[in-house]
């Protein structure tokens, strides 16, 4: 069981709190600019050592010198040194931050970095960074409302990039509403939470069932459901950066998160996921169960296709294993298994007795009776149950923030039966 110890990180003085952290910044052109300053004179009062990478448009809205002599670095904005031909490596740019921050991201750049597009040294360096990447965008509010950037703050978000949402309030245009870049204050204080978290689960080896499975009926037909697996890669994607290793069993989905901490297994169907759960449960502390599988499964799959004949068509079913109870059976008192309950009727004396009736320590209870939950959303409203007899309701949030609410409850969990 991994071990842990009391921090006593948020009590040590406020300088350095980032002490021996590497951020980049990285400076897009927006009239927001301004605010990098402030930013970057803060996260050096903080011990971080920062150094600052621009697109060449950055420079019209504030100068290189002022941000050089804040970060107390030169800053890179071609590719090369114009004046002797030095390289300016992205690659290396990458390998030596922990951090990537890029604030403020215009519209253009955040489009650029979901599409792929490298034109210059900002952009190439986001490609090759290894490092987790942070992204406060800074734009006019239709230009943020708009659906294509929207698109591609999700696109960003699927990929694991951070983003600091855009606050409210009075924007250069003249307009009021929602696009300003976070204050720098606000984007400092996220910084430095991100690192505090980023190793608190640091030892510790989780697997994650995620989406759904289809259990064929012939070669072009399937049973399935409508699972997006959005709150299994929430939560797998939320437990790397905390630390822990993932491995993340999914049934077939449009996306899968991008951590290096996450192992993806590709499943399909639910002997499949059965099957993989088994394998993995045993060199893990803890156990998610997120996905939606499927409790039937057809006892003959037709080897070509069924033709239709007459007027119905009887399909007999047979009982897939169940994995939560399986796996509470085998479990270990050094392990935890949290499992998922989708309820539409008597919601909590359901979820209730699944928590006892498959030995879990938590059970996440959501309905498909509340608004902003259920599959496919990008929300979820839930309440966790756990094996003491506490529950503990949640409002409507976004899945990303319910992974976080989750992760809190592991690392709380796993605390308690380390002491």
Sequence with gaps: MVNFTSSSRKNKPLKVRLKGKHILIGVTGSIAAYKAATLIRLLVKEGAEVKVVMTPLAKEFITPLTLATLSKNPILVDFFNPENGDWNSHVDLGLWSDLYLIAPASANTIAKMATGVADNLLLTTYLSARCPVMVAPAMDLDMYSHQATQHNIKTLQSRGDIIIEAATGELASGLSGKGRMEEPENILEQVVSFFLSSQRLSGVRVLVTSGPTLEHIDPVRFIGNHSSGKMGNA???????????VDLVSGPVPQHPSHPNINIHKVTSAAEMFNAALALFEKSNVAILAAAVADFTAENVATQKIKRQGDELILKLKPTNDIAAHLGKVKKNNQLLIGFALETTNEMENAKAKLERKNLDMIVLNSMNDPGAGFGSDT???????RNGQV?????????VVAKDIANAIFEMLHQNAG
């Design 380 to 386: 979820n409203k839930v309440t966790f149950i756990k």
């Design 392 to 400: 503990i309701p949640f409002d409507t949030k976004p899945k990303e």
């Design 235 to 245: 939560i797998a994607l939320e437990l790397a950066r905390q630390g822990a290793v």
